[in-house]
T-cell receptor, first 112, second 116 residues
Framework: KAGVTQTPRYLIKTRGQQVTLSCSPISGHRSVSWYQQTPGQGLQFLFEYFSETQRNKGNFPGRFSGRQFSNSRSEMNVSTLELGDSALYLC???????????FGPGTRLTVT | AQKVTQAQTEISVVEKEDVTLDCVYETRDTTYYLFWYKQPPSGELVFLIRRNSFDEQNEISGRYSWNFQKSTSSFNFTITASQVVDSAVYFCALSEAQTGANNLFFGTGTRLTVIP
């Protein structure tokens, strides 16, 4: 089975812009979760989608949003980018809740 | 509130030595799951193990073994006969059943360097 894929792998944006990241889960997995990884805050949960519905959300401002499509592919959007949004954004897929999550290679976002 | 503590920030060992990575967790939930992930320099998190709160049996997988002790809220990870390829950052994580969702709380990670 193909693993979790994320596009793009690298992205450079300017403050105030918006960005959309994409994630394709492992075939058959209906849950997609997003995490932010920074040197200062570590790995933090952003949100999870299951069958096109947001099931859980972490403690991030409303500038961070996401959605999931009927084929389980997911996108996350960050509007009005800030320098502090520079991070590695990781997507993970899982067959069911509380099962192991398999991570993609991540998207490295740099905000200048 | 939930919390995962990995007190060891960095560990260096010489190849073939055994090494144990510590993980202590806090949760009010009676049903929860614990995980270990490996993050090599490439950046992708690699799943290693998942353990539920009702299963305290130790597990061994090749050179890897895990010791889960509810009495001390610990879920430690031992690598036997370490190899250079084991060099990575290792994360312990917790998921609580009451959330009913895939929400992993990660520790800060332990960077393991295996010296040839």
């Amino acid at each position: 089975k193909a693993g979790v894929t994320q596009t793009p792998r690298y992205l450079i944006k300017t403050r105030g812009q918006q960005v959309t990241l994409s994630c394709s889960p492992i075939s058959g997995h209906r849950s997609v979760s997003w995490y932010q990884q920074t040197p200062g805050q570590g790995l933090q949960f952003l949100f999870e989608y299951f069958s096109e519905t947001q099931r859980n959300k972490g403690n991030f401002p409303g500038r961070f949003s996401g959605r999931q499509f009927s084929n389980s592919r997911s996108e996350m959007n960050v509007s009005t980018l800030e320098l502090g949004d520079s991070a590695l954004y990781l997507c993970a897929s899982s067959a069911e809740a509380l099962h192991e999550q398999y991570f993609g290679p991540g998207t490295r976002l740099t905000v200048t | 509130a939930q919390k995962v503590t990995q007190a060891q920030t960095e560990i260096s060992v010489v190849e073939k030595e055994d090494v144990t990575l510590d993980c202590v967790y806090e949760t009010r939930d009676t049903t929860y799951y614990l995980f270990w992930y490996k993050q090599p320099p490439s950046g992708e998190l690699v799943f290693l193990i998942r353990r539920n709160s009702f299963d305290e049996q130790n597990e061994i997988s090749g050179r890897y073994s895990w010791n889960f002790q509810k009495s001390t809220s610990s879920f430690n990870f031992t690598i036997t006969a370490s190899q250079v390829v084991d060099s990575a950052v290792y994360f312990c994580a917790l998921s609580e059943a009451q959330t009913g969702a895939n929400n992993l709380f990660f520790g800060t990670g332990t960077r393991l360097t295996v010296i040839p």
